[in-house]
């Protein structure tokens, strides 16, 4: 089982950057399909980006692509979500999340078997 804790969230101007990282504890980050959701209050939770276990294979978002890159490192246990040039219509609760099934990649968060805490960014205008 693994346990799943963000960090790096935050008040930023547009245009600007931040970092998230999702530190995992049990098994290594490479051996599940880890991905980055993020949630406006009344609406879906929906996926960002995403990464699979054996090969890498990266998936972003129509709205992200070319902004946000998603990255692991093994040794740390640690996934990260880079995002730049960011803009209002970023602002969420950012959650990282884990699948066991981390060979094919998956988009709905249902297909997530574990989640962290969420983290606040927010992009002021």
């Known amino acids: 089982q693994a346990q799943l804790v963000e960090s790096g969230g935050g008040l930023v101007q547009t245009g600007g950057s931040l970092r998230l990282s999702c530190a995992a504890s049990g098994r290594t980050v490479g051996s599940y399909r880890m991905g980055w959701f993020r949630q406006a209050p009344g609406k879906e939770r929906l996926l960002v980006a995403a990464?699979?276990?054996?090969?890498?294979?990266?998936y972003y978002a129509d709205s992200v692509k070319g902004r946000f890159t998603i990255s692991r490192n093994n040794a740390k246990n640690t996934v990260y979500l880079q995002m730049d040039s960011l803009k209002p219509e970023d602002s969420a609760v950012y959650y990282c999340?884990?699948?066991?099934?981390?060979?094919?990649?998956?988009?709905?968060?249902?297909?997530?078997?574990?989640w962290g805490q969420g983290t606040q960014v927010t992009v002021s205008s």
């Open positions: 990464i699979t276990s054996s090969d890498g294979i990266t």
């Open positions: 999340a884990a699948d066991r099934r981390g060979w094919t990649m998956r988009y709905s968060s249902t297909d997530y078997d574990y």
